[in-house]
T-cell receptor, first 113, second 115 residues
Framework: DAGVTQSPTHLIKTRGQQVTLRCSPKSGHDTVSWYQQALGQGPQFIFQYYEEEERQRGNFPDRFSGHQFPNYSSELNVNALWLGDSALYLC????????????FGSGTQLSVL | GENVEQHPSTLSVQEGDSAVIKCTYSDSASNYFPWYKQELGKRPQLIIDIRSNVGEKKDQRIAVTLNKTAKHFSLHITETQPEDSAVYFCAASRDSGAGSYQLTFGKGTKLSVIP
């Protein structure tokens, strides 16, 4: 039973560029949430996708956008990268309306230079 | 929105001693409180969780207590072992009304167990 998988594991970008991160949820899960974890901090909620729609959004600007595909996998896109976007981006999957438990992937470490 | 405060930020204990990490939350509607353990360079892993209709939950050496009136909850680890060394995060969430949950995390506690 595959867990949550994310790609790539590491990424280096420069200011102003755009980035796309990918996530495949745990088998049987239908909901994907994205979190940003800055160094030394707890994860912060970005948004959640279910049935290919954004269901909830945290306090992040419109530069952060996402998508969910029919197979439940998801992408996180960040435009016009800032230095402050450097962080570990975590994807978590769950079952919508049936389970609060989140299962996290190992994350993508994004460095913006 | 919800705000979760976690203390202490670092904690060192001798192997075999107990460790306690405390969290407070601000939203009285929060009803689900998980704890995650994150080892260096690895994913956060759920170690125990509690719902607001329960005051205490135990799983082997780990226990969580919840005081809804005071809006605080705590993680207790007994008989600590070196492999317990990690960063521990508390979190709180509630049903958004659409049946989905959004976790708000504390800033984490770095636990070091000294052999």
């Amino acid at each position: 039973d595959a867990g949550v998988t994310q790609s790539p594991t590491h990424l280096i970008k420069t200011r102003g560029q755009q980035v796309t991160l990918r996530c495949s949820p745990k088998s049987g899960h239908d909901t994907v949430s994205w979190y940003q974890q800055a160094l030394g901090q707890g994860p912060q909620f970005i948004f959640q996708y279910y049935e290919e729609e954004e269901r909830q959004r945290g306090n992040f600007p419109d530069r952060f956008s996402g998508h969910q595909f029919p197979n439940y996998s998801s992408e996180l896109n960040v435009n016009a990268l800032w230095l402050g976007d450097s962080a570990l981006y975590l994807c978590a999957s769950s079952l919508y309306r049936r389970e609060e438990k989140l299962f996290f992937g190992s994350g993508t470490q994004l460095s913006v230079l | 929105g919800e705000n979760v405060e976690q203390h202490p930020s670092t904690l060192s204990v001798q192997e075999g001693d107990s460790a306690v990490i405390k969290c407070t939350y601000s939203d009285s509607a929060s009803n689900y409180f998980p704890w995650y353990k994150q080892e260096l360079g690895k994913r956060p892993q759920l170690i125990i969780d509690i719902r607001s209709n329960v005051g205490e939950k135990k799983d082997q050496r780990i226990a969580v207590t919840l005081n809804k009136t005071a809006k605080h909850f705590s993680l207790h680890i007994t008989e600590t072992q070196p492999e317990d060394s990690a960063v521990y995060f508390c979190a709180a969430s509630r049903d958004s009304g659409a049946g989905s949950y959004q976790l708000t995390f504390g800033k984490g506690t770095k636990l070091s167990v000294i052999p």
